[in-house]
């Protein structure tokens, strides 16, 4: 398995890979997620977040690509009740469905954790929806712990 800084010619590929974990956000939460979809729109973004110098994105290949992880390197500022920081946020990953349990996850992560350490940055963010329980048993066994949680009200608004 070989892990590589992922380039605008990847898009593709990025694209196909985010399918699956879309399509299981949008079942899940239908009223938040769209469907996965290869639009334009989708692409622009994808491309835009290639483009980006604050970008992390990191594909695995095997003899294809079989999966992805964005993050962002982020700096917030200090304000009147919290310290500033820097961190490594990580946005998304995904492993194409054949390939999950078999370890791409994990060196896709161990990859982003060594990059955030060569930046000096000492702490590594990401959410993870409630319903997903898969990733939080992944991220939990790579050593993320929870820190904040969000809760959500549904008004009676149409």
Known sequence: MHIRNASPADLE???????????????????????????????DAFRTFLADSTTLMLLAEEVQPVGYLWAQFQNRPEGWARLGQRLLYIQH?????????KGV???????AVDAARQEGIKRVELDVWS???????FYAKHGFEVFNERMAFKTDVA
């Open 93 to 101: 990953m995904a492993i194409a469905p054949q390939f999950r349990r």
């Open 105 to 111: 996850g994990g060196l896709l992560l161990a990859k």
């Open 13 to 43: 590929a990025i694209i196909t890979l985010n399918a699956s974990v879309q399509q299981k956000h949008a079942e899940a939460l239908p009223d938040i997620f769209k469907a996965p979809t290869k639009s334009q729109q989708a692409k």
């Open 131 to 137: 319903f997903n329980s898969e990733a939080k048993r």
